[in-house]
């Protein structure tokens, strides 16, 4: 089993940044597929980066070349450093892990932390 704990939310300015961490308990991390979702209000939640255990990424459109997800297996954490920070970007982040358990693929989520871009 997986355990995450997202930190790193908070209140920006638009144009600031924010690096959100995802800590992970268990012995399936280095084996997880990674990634951040978010969540608007009245929104459904939406898939924001991705990283497979061999570290391949992928983005949404909307935060190509202003995000960036890493992973440092040593230390069972995901991070998510977001730049360029838009309105639009206002959110609750979640962390997801997909790993394979015996014979079921499952996915583990996180509490969420609240990201909100605003003067």
């Known amino acids: 089993q997986v355990q995450l704990v997202e930190s790193g939310g908070g209140l920006v300015q638009p144009g600031g940044s924010l690096r959100l961490s995802c800590a992970a308990s268990?012995?399936?991390?280095?084996?997880?597929?990674m990634a951040w979702y978010r969540q608007a209000p009245g929104k459904q939640r939406e898939l924001v980066a991705g990283i497979t255990r061999g570290s391949s990424t992928n983005y949404a459109d909307s935060v190509k070349g202003r995000f960036t997800i890493s992973r440092d297996n040593a230390k069972n954490t995901v991070y998510l450093q977001m730049n360029s920070l838009k309105p639009e970007d206002t959110a609750v982040y979640y962390c997801?892990?997909?790993?394979?358990?015996?014979?079921?693929?499952?996915?583990?989520w996180g509490q969420g932390t609240q990201v909100t871009v605003s003067t």
């Open positions: 268990g012995s399936i991390f280095s084996s997880s597929t």
């Open positions: 997801n892990a997909r790993a394979r358990v015996g014979v079921e693929l499952l996915d583990f």
